[in-house]
């Protein structure tokens, strides 16, 4: 487990409280930040399309690693929605690609703006040392989700 300087219990610790309290934060940026009710996965697939384009069901799928099905049902919920639309494939008429409409646009505009308006609002809560500690966190952060 842990070697005799106790080491490898600390880097446990802090991996227990990262991931804890991560969590939080986004569970807490989920609950504070959704002006219009919807769900994780409705909001995954926005932020995907918006950030992809028309995209297929099974191109989602696997960027959200996923089985089609979900994916598909979450699709036909933002459809009714009226968030997304589909239009046909350039180059093979057997898919369908899935776009973001004006109203989706929208909504996923909202949604940002939301998060970035109670992230500001909560980190302007912190000393001006806290903030520095923080933006050099985010760094380290962005090594670690990139890391293999």
């Given at each position: 487990?842990?070697?005799?300087?106790?080491?490898?219990?600390?880097?446990?610790?802090?991996?227990?409280?990262?991931l804890?309290?991560?969590?939080?934060?986004?569970?807490?940026?989920?609950?504070?930040t959704?002006?219009?009710?919807?769900?994780?996965s409705?909001t995954?697939?926005?932020?995907?399309?918006?950030?992809?384009?028309?995209?297929?069901?099974a191109?989602?799928?696997?960027?959200?690693?996923?089985?089609?099905?979900?994916?598909?049902?979450?699709?036909?919920?933002?459809?009714?929605?009226g968030?997304?639309?589909r239009?046909?494939?350039?180059?093979?008429?057997?898919?369908?690609?899935?776009?973001?409409?004006?109203?989706?646009?929208?909504?996923?505009?909202k949604?940002?703006?939301?998060?970035?308006?109670?992230?500001?609002e909560a980190?302007?809560?912190?000393?001006?040392?806290?903030?520095?500690t923080?933006?050099?966190?985010v760094?380290?952060?962005?090594?670690?989700?990139?890391?293999?």
């Amino acid at each position: 487990m842990g070697d005799s300087s106790g080491h490898s219990t600390s880097l446990e610790t802090t991996v227990t409280e990262l991931l804890l309290e991560v969590g939080q934060l986004l569970r807490r940026l989920r609950a504070d930040t959704n002006p219009d009710g919807l769900t994780w996965s409705q909001t995954v697939v926005l932020t995907r399309l918006e950030s992809t384009g028309p995209t297929t069901t099974a191109d989602l799928a696997r960027a959200e690693a996923v089985k089609p099905q979900s994916i598909g049902a979450t699709l036909t919920e933002l459809e009714r929605e009226g968030l997304v639309e589909r239009r046909p494939h350039p180059t093979d008429g057997r898919q369908v690609l899935f776009a973001l409409t004006a109203e989706g646009i929208e909504a996923w505009q909202k949604r940002s703006a939301a998060k970035q308006k109670w992230l500001l609002e909560a980190m302007a809560r912190l000393t001006p040392e806290e903030r520095e500690t923080l933006r050099s966190a985010v760094a380290l952060i962005k090594r670690l989700g990139a890391a293999d």
